[in-house]
């Protein structure tokens, strides 16, 4: 397995709103510019560490499924439209993934769309997945982020995928993006530090 990139970052103040930010689909008809355009403006006014969780896009080509293709923005208005939207906020995020939707081009072309957005705004790529060391104070969290990806139709088992990654990631915080369902799970478990069994809170997303 590739080992991944572990993003670190440092913030002072002891307070820090951690907004994972994704599947906006700009350009499907179904798209809610209003909403998003109201996170921003938050973001813009309050403490914040963003991370862009892929699907920004809608990205439909001629080889997706249904008629995406002919119903949505072109592709390059959907670029645009992204980067339009985020240059207000881009110091504040601490980067991008790529998502199913944008991975459509990339398959198609072998152009990375993402990667494109991640430079005009000079924010970091983080690929699929990422590790991210946040230091808000005194205090250090490890925090695992991923676009994701689940057929799942349930709430419980979507949630699912995103605790299961706890088999393989150790992490503070999981984030999972794709299934368009907002939902927590907090789980307790312990581990031994100096001959001492002490408990831990991990903390399970789908944003």
Known sequence: ???LSVNIRSFKGNKLYLIPFGDWHIGSYFCNEEKIKRWIDWIKHNPCGVILMGDLMEAATRYSIGAGVYEQ???NDQLNRVIELLEP????ILGIHIGNHE???YKETGINI???IAKELNIKYLG???FHKIKVGNMSYMIYSTHGSSSSSLPHTKIKACIDLARSFDADCYLMGHTHELETHTALYQEIKKNRITERKRLFVLT
């Not at 906020?89 to 504040?92: A, H, L, N, Q, S």
């Open 114 to 116: 993402t990667e494109r």
């Open 89 to 92: 906020v881009k110091e504040k």
């Open 1 to 3: 397995m590739k080992p």
């Open 128 to 130: 699929w997945a990422c």
């Open 73 to 75: 923005l072109s592709p």
């Open 103 to 105: 991975d459509r081009i």
